[in-house]
């Protein structure tokens, strides 16, 4: 009889700390940098700060940040477009990446037509706050408009 009091007992237990650590996740609205604010607006909209430790995250080929001349671009769809290919790139997701972008990585500069198809990854700068959502969608309509050209036009 004992025994099975103090299981109910230590299961009960359990069960009320995992229920107050759910409800506070729901209540608080956020974990991290991301948080979640309805400012009046039929959904939940996304808030991020892009803050370095926040572009660290988006360090994989599935999601590519870059930090370039303190602006912050999110150029996961331009990967497998680059002219050079992605392997150009994908070292520094989630990193500083002015210098490799300046000089083609010690090969030259990009030309006029790249540093315009970069604004439209643009999501913000360093230590701004966003709307992750209308960026992504901003994103996406951009990469359906740009031009790319083959490695050897103008690149």
Not at 7 to 33: H, K
Not at 53 to 75: A, G, M, Q, T
């Amino acid at each position: 009889m004992k025994r099975k009091y103090i299981t109910w007992t230590l299961v009960s237990f359990w069960l009320f700390v995992v229920i107050i650590f759910i409800l506070s996740l729901i209540f608080t609205g956020s974990v991290g940098n991301i948080s979640t604010s309805n400012n009046g607006n039929s959904g939940t909209l996304m808030s991020v700060k892009l803050t370095a430790e926040e572009i660290i995250k988006h360090n994989v080929s599935s999601d590519c940040w870059l930090i370039i001349n303190n602006k912050v671009y999110d150029v996961t769809s331009f990967l497998l477009s680059h002219p050079g290919g992605e392997g150009l790139i994908t070292p520094f997701c989630g990193k500083e990446a002015t210098r490799a972008f300046d000089t083609r990585e010690g090969t030259g500069s990009h030309s006029g037509n790249a540093a315009s198809l970069l604004t439209n990854y643009y999501i913000g700068n360093l230590n701004q706050t966003i709307n992750l959502q209308s960026i992504k969608k901003q994103i996406k309509q951009s990469a359906k408009d740009q031009f790319v050209p083959r490695k050897g036009e103008d690149d």
